[in-house]
């Protein structure tokens, strides 16, 4: 049972975290996965959109350190997408939520025990929400 309870905390703390300050309602859009998209800030920037969700985080069961796929607007392997920070921020002033899109259309994802779930969980936490990291794979932006 303590399994089945992580992983809704696990969704309401990155929903609650990231989403600070927005309205609800309105459009969303999924970003990361075409190369000719533009950037976070133009998508933000065209006033369509209340939500932004980053796509995706595709790595991150059974033990596997999570990693962030954002195709070819960044490399979380060598320089990070820490670049994307400033675009982030600018998003999230204009009140749109910015939101890290976990899993994906492909594939087979399952966390395999509740310790499984819990270092998720603490992964996610200390390297895109509140939490303290030496490595921060968006930069300062949350």
């Not at 859009?29 to 000719?36: A, E, P, R, S």
């Not at 796509?55 to 320089?79: E, K, M, Q, W």
């Not at 899109?101 to 594939?107: D, F, N, T, Y």
Request: proline share 4%; aromatic share 8%.
């Amino acid at each position: 049972m303590a399994f089945q309870l992580v992983v809704p905390s696990i969704a309401a703390l990155v929903f609650c975290t990231l989403a600070q300050g927005s309205d609800a309602g309105g459009m969303e859009i999924y970003w990361g996965q075409n190369g000719n998209e533009g950037t976070i800030a133009e998508t933000c920037a065209t006033g369509n959109y209340d939500t932004v969700h980053l796509a995706i985080l595709p790595t991150f069961d059974n033990g596997r350190t999570p990693t962030i796929n954002l195709v070819s607007h960044c490399n979380p392997y060598s320089s990070g997408c820490t670049s994307l920070s400033s675009d982030i921020k600018s998003c999230q002033a204009k009140r749109i939520k910015v939101m890290l899109s976990i899993g994906g259309g492909a594939g087979s994802y399952s966390l395999a025990s509740a310790d499984d779930a819990r270092q998720v969980a603490t992964y996610l936490w200390n390297n895109f929400l509140g939490g303290h990291s030496s490595s921060h794979p968006l930069g300062a932006a949350f």
